[in-house]
Nanobody, 123 residues
Framework: QVTLIESGGGLVQAGGSLRLSCAASGRPVSNFATGWFRQAPGKEREFVAATIGFITTYADSVKGRFTITRDIGKNTRYLQMNSLKFEDTAIYYC??????????????????WGQGTQVTVAS
């Protein structure tokens, strides 16, 4: 069992930056793929980025602006978000699981989810 807790969300002006954290407990998250999803009001939860092994993949909408990093010693993953846009406003969730590059964008492929953290970008 893995428990994931996100933090770092908040209100930011367009063009600003935030860093989200996803702290894992229970098992080393390095044993799993880890990812980030987001859900805006009235929309489906969508893929943002994920790391499988040493390879990271990003949604086209965030490529070049968002970066996944990790601190293995702290069992924590981070999502650095730069050049934020109004359309980035959403609840952001971290996830862990045994996914492949074929299933990485599918929410039902992931085994563990955090509770989410709200990111609001003011235009």
């Amino acid at each position: 069992q893995v428990t994931l807790i996100e933090s770092g969300g908040g209100l930011v002006q367009a063009g600003g930056s935030l860093r989200l954290s996803c702290a894992a407990s229970g098992r080393p998250v390095s044993n799993f793929a880890t990812g980030w999803f987001r859900q805006a009001p009235g929309k489906e939860r969508e893929f943002v980025a994920a790391t499988i092994g040493f390879i990271t993949t990003y949604a086209d909408s965030v490529k070049g602006r968002f970066t996944i990093t990790r601190d293995i010693g702290k069992n924590t993953r981070y999502l650095q978000m730069n050049s934020l846009k109004f359309e980035d406003t959403a609840i952001y969730y971290c996830a862990a699981g045994q996914v492949t590059f074929e299933t990485v964008m599918k929410t039902d492929a992931w085994d563990y989810w955090g509770q989410g953290t709200q990111v609001t970008v003011a235009s």
